[in-house]
């Protein structure tokens, strides 16, 4: 059973791999959608296997082969399915499988949609050992796989040079991350001499270490620089949102659900390792706090809907790594959990969208087409309203769990939870006026344009999401909540992963002051939402005054506070122009000429000594005598 769940991807990608050139979008969508199915079924049955056990003891382990022996050093291709795992790999497959049904109709036009399968089938199964591995190199052979897959899936219409270059982009990027999480795992073997999860947790010492040099703290720094990349935090955030050139079912899988919170993973799996290194939690929570509150900030002036949806992905993933900053790692999991079910929605909803509006993505050219397509606005309305902390949608539960113990954790601080709030604010706005400029208010669609509501197999995934949406946080009730809420709903998530997690004494708090700052929080976001409604649909003039009004603050947002352009203007192009000096001047005219120089000094010098090899047997035997002469006058010499 173990052997389908994690190769019946990689089945599927050989199958399509093979028959790349095939135009049947429905012959390959199913393969793919039936080999990540059956690997839901599997992990469906291995999680029923777990829920018997009891709850210290709920592991399975997998060894493959021994994969390298070095002197003392051992690592195995060993897999393990434990409570956290498990959620992962619920997800992956789960809303895998979804996604690519989505992509059957979404694809059905394309000129290779066997290729873009055999992708996304071949992501899915790099996605399983990122998260199945039990010991950080084969972690580390699934983040590059998966890396490799987001390159060749958001280039995927590599005819186009801005798309091809998104995808290089990406790639170059997480290349920068990744050299940081080598480090990170080298500076731990080097540490502990090994680098398997269990016993890295069991050599961590018991007391925090409070230096910034030591080796643990280093160590967590690298991992860090790692996740940076992966999941797009501040510096490296740059590369999401112009991922969204590759197919929009891509969006949702890779930069929603999936492998752009394979870094919040990583850390809540080295959760004991981060325990002992609080000034590293301290650099997660304030980098992820920012990451949430600029990336928030950016999606109030995006006009391209995917666009939105991608610095609402950053700015989510910001508020992942806030929770695992201040030691919240059940929360920063729920999360990770609710997010990937009501983005998943949203950008796959925007994905029907842009069917419908034949690849229009300008939202400034859309609008009113909830009566043209009202399963897809419907579910949208539930990843909306989840998005924004609704009352009792997903999103509320696990996003004011977050913010509570940004203010309540030790490890936490109130400037922390006040910049988690503001973000929450943009949020409810740019969320509300993309709902606004899509579905409601005056209808701005060219009359070349006939929307339509998608077919089936797109809307079957909408629906299902949008369920998800709306019920999973009732998995992860924080406590205060759980306290007063009719039944007395436990948080399922924390007590399945409690086992897993180091020991940080919070505490739960005054209830009082936890629903006092959820109170204040509820009242910002509907005001912010409310403020939305009115700006985008009561009066659609309000926006231009705005803007009008504070020109250069927008100006400064819409361009991205010109972070792709400093990149360039101080990073990128210095260093291009030092490596062609380097390559003009230092390498054609010093290295070439030098290595020339002595390869003509050896050349000439080989053709005298040819000279003298004639090959006339006179000539030779005067040398011979010249030879005896020289000899004989040098020994009467002497």
Known sequence: MFYVLLFAPLLGFLINGFRFRSTNAKLAGTIASGAILLSFISALFYFGQLIKMPAEARSLSFILFDWIQVGDFSAQMGFTLDPLSMVMTLIITGVGFLIHLFSVGYMDHDERP??????????????????????????????EGVGLCSYLLIGFWFSDPEKAAAGMKAFITNRIGDAGFLLGIFTI??????????????????????????????????????????????????????????????????????????GVYMIIRMNVLFLAAPNAMMIVAIVGAL?????????????DIKKVLAYSTVSQLGYMFLAVGVGAFGAGLAHLMTHAFFKALMFLGSGSVIHAMHEEQDMRKMGGLKKYMPITHATFVCGWLAIIGFPFFSGFFSKDEILWMSFHSPRGHWLLWVVGVIAAMFTAFYMTRLMAMTFWGKSRVPESIHPHESPVTMTIPLIVLGFLSVFAGWLCVPHGLGSVLPGHPHNFLDQWIHPLMGKLEMGHGSLGMEFGLMGVSLVLVFASAFMAYRF??????????????VKGLYDLVANKYWVDEGYFKFIINPLVRLSRHLWADVDVKLIDRATYSISDLFKNAGGGLRMVQSGNMQVYALYILIGVVVSLFFLMAR
């Open 189 to 262: 073997f080097l540490t502990f001499g090994t680098v398997t999860f269990t016993e890295i947790a069991s050599s961590v010492p018991a007391e925090p270490l409070t230096g910034w040099t030591s080796p643990i703290t280093l160590a967590c720094l690298f991992l860090f620089i790692g996740a940076m990349g992966k999941s797009a935090q501040i510096p490296l955030y740059v590369w999401l949102p112009d991922a969204m050139a590759g197919p929009t079912p891509v969006s949702a899988l890779i930069h929603a659900a999936t492998m752009v919170t394979a």
């Open 291 to 303: 990451t949430a509150l600029m990336a928030a900030t950016i999606g109030l002036a995006q006009n």
């Open 114 to 143: 066997a290729k873009y399968f055999a992708y996304l089938n071949f992501f899915v199964f790099n996605m399983l050992l990122l998260v199945l591995g039990n010991n950080l190199l084969v972690m580390f052979v699934g983040w």
């Open 536 to 549: 985008y649909v009561v009066d659609p003039s309000l926006p231009q005054k705005a803007q009008a009004r």
